[in-house]
């Protein structure tokens, strides 16, 4: 086999976490999102990638598995893979990786094999950040939530979100500052980022990817299960080529014969980017309580009964939800709003729909519109609709709803008046 010339770049992947928030049974990085696993699945968007050599830390009895995934997700570039056992934190992993980068290589990526769905964009925007400053650089996102101090059971104040990023990897050094940072560091660091500006080395933020998101809970392990099932990364190739060392160019359609398959299905070879529109179903039913005004909507009934529910109980608005998070892949109601969250009880529908928007959005997604039937003997919406599409609207941040309303005939719980029900479709498209 021809030698590859050596790269100037290395990607160490950390591959030797537990996984035990993931509670999956495995190691992390050894479980499925299809019929791969997740670093299967990081390996691929790494070799999609800049030319570079790839060193993968993984558990010590998971060395072999680990490097039978590495040389099928390699394709041409096999001879620049190696797989070395971690160490016990993280810390020390990154260490035992560093150690086996080739002499020649003057920048190095450390990336998470657990932010398995980073696309190969970022891995770009990083390294030419180390190019322009010669200093570190980190992929950020920026921070949505309102960030509160707490202390104890007590808020004392607020952060200023505007100043906070979000950090994500793969996070790149110029060798000899990561290299040094290694040897002084005399304490633990979340991350290389807080490690390299602990001695002194300033950093550059470079923008980041909702799809690099780190998949450590079960909730985050079935959104990339739903996201690679309809956009699989495609094959290791590209259009770029691969310089070899006796001056050849293996171009991008030889790449791709020799890379592995991509998978099966009329999905195959897409790109995030290309995803195709989503849609997601949501019902809900709640029945009229005995006191209390009526939330519907997004609109306040007066005279009508409430409806019972931990929140306002508005069918229409669960509906929406339901049917937004199941489009995205992520769960539903009971997964982000369930009675472990107080501080939506008794919210109304903007704030469900808000908080369901940032979500959406927050996974790649924008809202394309949404249609919802409610079934119920009353209230009568008919002099309200436009007023109840208005507010769902407004709520979503100005993606169109529409509203319709209709009776049972006098059947079922609906048509003796015990509650409402409500089905909501949603189209999704990528953002």
Do not use: C
């Not at 050596?6 to 996984?19: C, E, Q």
């Not at 020799?258 to 019902?283: D, K």
């Not at 009675?339 to 809202?367: C, I, K, S």
């Amino acid at each position: 086999m021809t030698e590859v010339l050596a790269p100037r770049i290395a990607v160490l992947v950390v591959a030797a976490g537990s996984g035990t928030r993931l509670g999956a049974g495995a190691p992390k990085a050894f479980v499925g999102l299809d019929r791969h696993t997740i670093l299967r699945h990081a390996l691929r968007g790494v070799f999609a990638g800049p030319l570079a050599q790839v060193v993968v830390v993984a558990p010590a009895d998971r060395v072999g598995e680990a490097l039978t995934d590495a040389r099928e997700a390699a394709g041409d570039r096999e001879q620049l893979v190696s797989v070395v056992p971690g160490g016990a934190t993280r810390q020390e992993s990154v260490a035992a990786g560093l150690r086996r980068v080739l002499p020649g290589v003057e920048i190095v990526l450390v990336h998470d094999a657990a932010r398995a769905l980073t696309p190969p964009a970022v891995f770009d925007r990083v390294i030419d950040a180390v190019d322009r400053t010669g200093w570190g650089a980190v992929p950020v996102l920026p921070v949505i939530d309102t960030i509160k101090r707490v202390e104890g059971d007590r808020i004392t104040g607020v952060v200023d979100r505007s100043q906070l990023g979000a950090a994500q990897t793969p996070q790149g050094f110029r060798r000899d500052v990561l290299v040094a940072a290694y040897a002084t560091a005399d304490g633990e660091f979340t991350d290389d980022a807080a490690l390299v500006a602990e001695a002194g080395h300033p950093l550059a933020a470079v923008q980041g990817d909702p799809l690099a998101f780190k998949i450590t809970t079960p909730a985050d392990l079935e959104r990339a299960r739903a996201l690679v099932a309809d956009s699989p990364i495609p094959p290791v190739g590209g259009s770029g080529g691969i310089v070899m060392a006796d001056g050849a160019t293996v171009d991008g359609a030889g790449a791709e014969a020799a890379a592995p398959a991509a998978e099966p299905g009329p999905a195959a070879g897409r790109r995030p980017g290309s995803r195709p529109p989503r849609v997601g179903l949501g019902t809900d039913v709640h029945a009229f309580s005995d006191g209390g005004t009526l939330w519907l909507a997004g609109l306040e009934w007066p005279g009508e009964p409430a409806l019972a529910g931990h929140s306002d109980g508005d069918a229409v608005a669960h509906a929406v939800v339901d049917a937004l998070l199941s489009a995205a892949g992520l769960g539903d109601i009971g997964t982000h709003f369930g009675t472990d969250r107080p501080e939506f009880a008794g919210a109304h529908a903007d704030a469900f729909l808000a908080e369901t928007d940032r979500l959406v959005r927050a996974a790649g997604w924008a809202v394309g519109n949404v249609a919802v039937q409610v079934q119920a003997q009353r209230p009568r919406f008919a002099a309200r609709r436009a007023e109840a599409e208005a507010a769902l609207s407004r709520a979503l941040g100005g993606a169109p709803v529409s509203v319709s309303a209709t009776t049972t005939d006098g059947l079922g719980f609906t048509g003796r008046a015990e509650g409402v029900q409500a089905f909501a479709v949603a189209l999704l498209v990528p953002a």
